[in-house]
């Protein structure tokens, strides 16, 4: 039971444009939604984040817009930068008895061209 | 420390061995998690630490694997008779008392069982 899905398992977006990665969840639940990234060897780094009251947040370069109706959210990164080549996890998180444990999506591997 | 560290990075063992996988977190959290990663999956949830409360163990995939935290401080992962399928990357991640919107992953231990 795959509550959150990304299914692009990988991205190839040249230096400059705009690279967006997509992320589906299951569980209506959810109030709290997570962008990580991942390089090779490292443990994932937490990016970006957005709360179920909101539907869009912007850090920078990165934008996080959440679709509650579609139970959809995306990661928008403009302009792309070669060292944004990495693998993004999309988690999302639902506090329940006080658990707060996230649920990771598979991962897509982001590729920026030069 | 100032992050959270992991031990061994690398861990190659027979199939039916035991194995333990260390995790010292961030000094002052309180909640620590562990998550795997198998090849071409994301990140699976094993097991949550939080403060003195019963973990929650929901996560973990078989009898075979166990947990314990130690002085709320140092967590070890034991897996028992280890087999092909326990092949992963092992994570590591710590919080805060506020929980996920602070988590801080380890490096994690790459696991193979031969």
């Known amino acids: 039971d795959q509550q959150v899905k990304q299914n692009s398992p990988s991205l190839s977006v040249q230096e400059g444009r705009i690279s967006i990665l997509n992320c589906d969840y299951t569980n209506s639940m959810f109030d709290y939604f997570l962008w990580y990234k991942k390089y090779p060897a490292e443990g994932p780094t937490f990016l970006i984040s957005i709360s179920s009251i909101k539907d869009k947040n912007e850090d920078g370069r990165f934008t996080v817009f959440l679709n509650k109706s579609a139970k959809h959210l995306s990661l928008h990164i403009v302009p792309s930068q070669p060292g944004d080549s990495a693998v993004y996890f999309c988690?999302?998180?639902?506090?329940?008895?006080?658990?707060?444990?996230?649920?990771f999506g598979q991962g897509t591997r982001l590729t920026i061209n030069p | 420390g100032a992050g959270v560290s992991q031990s061994p990075s690398n861990k190659v063992t027979e199939k039916g061995k035991d194995v333990e996988l260390r995790c010292d977190p961030i000094s002052g959290h309180t909640a620590l998690y562990w998550y795997r990663q198998s090849l071409g999956q994301g990140l699976e949830f094993l097991i949550y630490?939080?403060?003195?409360?019963?973990?929650?163990k929901s996560g973990l995939p078989s009898d075979r694997f166990s947990a314990e935290r130690t002085g709320g401080s140092v967590s070890t992962l034991t897996i028992q008779r280890t087999q092909q399928e326990d092949s992963a990357v092992y994570l590591c991640?710590?919080?805060?008392?506020?929980?996920?919107?602070?988590?801080?992953f380890g490096s994690g231990t790459r696991l193979t069982v031969v």
């Open positions: 991640a710590s919080s805060l008392s506020t929980g996920i919107y602070g988590y801080t």
């Open positions: 988690a999302a998180s639902a506090n329940t008895q006080g658990a707060q444990k996230l649920v």
């Open positions: 630490f939080q403060g003195n409360s019963a973990p929650d």
